[in-house]
Nanobody, 124 residues
């Protein structure tokens, strides 16, 4: 069992930056690939970014490439999502997830554990 807790959400102006953190506990962190997803009001949850178990392979949705960076720190059991050049369309609840696949995955059904989500609101 893995518990995931996201922090770092908030209100930011368009063009600004936020860094989300996802703290994991319960099992060995490096056994899992980590992913970030988001759900905007009235929309389905969508893939944002993923990173493999070692941190050496990443994957991004086209909408965030070049603006968002996913990373992980094994000694802190934490994954991060650095979000730069935020746009109004990035407003959503952001969720982190852990997958036993160890490779980065973009489909929600490939993730075994989920956090509770953190709200990101981008204002004009």
């Amino acid at each position: 069992q893995v518990q995931l807790v996201e922090t770092g959400g908030g209100l930011v102006q368009a063009g600004g930056s936020l860094r989300l953190s996802c703290a994991a506990s319960g099992r060995t962190f490096y056994d899992y690939a980590m992913g970030w997803f988001r759900q905007a009001p009235g929309k389905e949850r969508e893939f944002v970014a993923a990173i493999n178990w070692s941190g050496g392979v990443t994957d991004y949705a086209d909408s965030v490439k070049g603006r968002f960076t996913i990373s992980r720190e094994e000694d802190k059991n934490t994954a991060y999502l650095q979000m730069n050049a935020l746009e109004l369309e990035d407003t959503a609840v952001y969720y982190c997830a852990a997958s036993t696949s160890r490779d980065p995955r973009s489909r929600q059904n490939e993730y075994n554990y989920w956090g509770q989500g953190t709200q990101v609101t981008v204002s004009s």
